[in-house]
């Protein structure tokens, strides 16, 4: 096991497939708080029983009440993609990085500029129909709810909306889950950043990787698949990163 930039900038320009795995860590710097680890949001004032499928059928009015509380808990009003995000994108354009899996539902790969991007907990930037499922923006939903039209429903059916999002208590979509592990299977080097690689069953892709191929972790704290990995840098994904592309230059 190595832990130097210079090793995970070689493994990466010598891989045929790598595909990145991000999680609430890679947005951290952009000012949006982990559920876990110091400062996490289960930490303060928010109870993660709130946000539960069961809580938003047994009265959607609270559970979007909670919901919006939480978002803007969580969201600067100037969120925007950092260091890290930027990165893994000028990765993928300069034909070094495949696709990045993320567990975030931010929308901040895409801003980035990430072509290949499997969201695999959905995005918090739309809603869906629990009924009809049509989508739609979820900045106009959350606005409806803070004037108290509650709880919302869809325009085009009446049936109530959710957050575009796996809630706790749902399974992941069946379909985008197995396109993760695929490529998650057929990477050289699956690179982990920013996750406490815990929240199942995403932190299964780095187990599967690792049986196939070589796992990298960068993360702020040891993971408990840190044993596993050929790689591993504990530090800022805001200063590895770009620190990476840099060796590549
Ligand atoms: P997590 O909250 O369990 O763990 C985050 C990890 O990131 C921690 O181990 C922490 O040490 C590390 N970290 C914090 N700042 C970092 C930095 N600057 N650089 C590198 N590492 C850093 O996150 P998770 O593993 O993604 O699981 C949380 C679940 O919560 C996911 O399902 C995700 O959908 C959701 N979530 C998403 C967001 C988001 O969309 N931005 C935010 C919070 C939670
Ligand atoms: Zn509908």
């Known amino acids: 096991m190595t832990s130097s930039v210079a090793a995970l900038a070689e493994r990466v320009r010598t891989a045929d497939s790598v595909v990145a795995f991000t999680g609430a860590g890679i947005s951290a710097a952009s000012g949006i708080p982990t559920f876990r680890g110091e400062d996490?949001?289960?930490?303060?004032?928010?109870?993660?029983?709130?946000?539960?499928?069961?809580?938003?059928?047994?009265?959607?009015?609270?559970?979007?009440?909670?919901?919006?509380?939480?978002?803007?808990?969580?969201?600067p009003d100037d969120v925007a993609p950092n260091a890290a995000h930027d990165a893994l994108s000028t990765l993928e354009s300069r034909g070094l990085l495949d696709a990045v899996v993320t567990q975030n539902t931010d929308g901040l790969h895409r801003d980035a500029g990430t072509d290949d991007l499997i969201e695999l907990h959905g995005t918090n930037r739309l809603v869906e129909?629990?009924?009809?499922?049509?989508?739609?923006?979820?900045?106009?939903?959350?606005?409806?709810?803070?004037?108290?039209?509650?709880?919302?429903t869809?325009?085009?059916?009446?049936?109530?909306?959710?957050p575009a999002v796996v809630l706790f208590g749902e399974q992941l979509p069946t379909a985008v889950f197995d396109r993760?592990?695929?490529?998650?299977?057929?990477?050289?080097?699956?690179?982990?950043?920013?996750?406490?690689?815990?929240?199942e069953p995403a932190a299964s892709l780095?187990?599967?990787?690792?049986?196939h191929g070589s796992l990298a972790i960068v993360n702020l704290e040891p993971t408990p698949q840190d044993a596993r990995a050929d790689v591993v840098l504990h530090g800022d994904a805001t200063d590895v990163l770009p620190a990476v592309v840099e060796a590549l230059a």
Do not use: I
């Open 154 to 162: 869809c325009g085009d059916c009446g049936g109530l909306v959710k």
């Open 206 to 211: 780095p187990r599967d990787a690792a049986r």
């Open 40 to 75: 996490g949001v289960w930490g303060s004032e928010f109870d993660p029983a709130d946000f539960h499928v069961d809580r938003f059928h047994a009265d959607p009015s609270a559970f979007w009440e909670r919901r919006v509380d939480l978002y803007a808990a969580m969201t």
């Open 129 to 152: 129909c629990v009924d009809c499922g049509s989508r739609a923006d979820a900045a106009p939903v959350r606005e409806r709810v803070r004037g108290g039209d509650l709880p919302p």
């Open 180 to 199: 993760a592990r695929e490529m998650a299977r057929e990477s050289d080097l699956f690179l982990a950043v920013g996750s406490s690689l815990t929240v």
